[in-house]
């Protein structure tokens, strides 16, 4: 069963950066496209950014349109580690960040994620 274990959240001031990382284990990491979601208190999650399997292909990152230009989804499949490098941070970025895998390859509904993290919280405030 594949274990995920997000980290990197914390307090930061509007307009700093976070790099939010997520450990997975349990299965073969490169077999899975992965991506970051978020939930902030009263709404709903929705997806943030995702990263399919093969990584150097075009078109193989997809980003929320309220962070493009300033958060970076990567993976290292040597390390088994997913990233979320965060700047320019804004207080409507505050939320509990998830990292969550998918077998389905281009995955691009929340419902295409079945294994997921506890969650980091990222709160952006002066």
């Known amino acids: 069963q594949l274990q995920l274990v997000e980290s990197g959240g914390g307090l930061v001031q509007p307009g700093g950066s976070l790099r939010l990382s997520c450990a997975v284990s349990?299965?073969?990491?490169?077999?899975?496209?992965m991506g970051w979601f978020r939930q902030a208190p009263g709404k709903e999650r929705e997806l943030v950014a995702t990263?399919?399997?093969?990584?150097?292909?075009?078109?193989?990152?997809y980003y929320l349109d309220s962070v493009k230009g300033r958060f970076t989804i990567s993976r290292d499949n040597a390390k088994n580690t997913l990233y979320l490098q965060m700047n320019s941070l804004k207080s409507e970025d505050t939320a509990v960040y998830y990292c969550?895998?998918?077998?389905?390859?281009?995955?691009?509904?929340?419902?295409?994620?079945?294994?997921w993290g506890q969650g980091t919280q990222v709160t952006v405030s002066s």
């Open positions: 349990g299965g073969t990491f490169s077999s899975y496209d």
């Open positions: 990263i399919n399997r093969v990584s150097w292909l075009a078109g193989a990152r």
């Open positions: 969550a895998a998918a077998q389905k390859m281009g995955a691009a509904d929340i419902t295409d994620f079945r294994s």
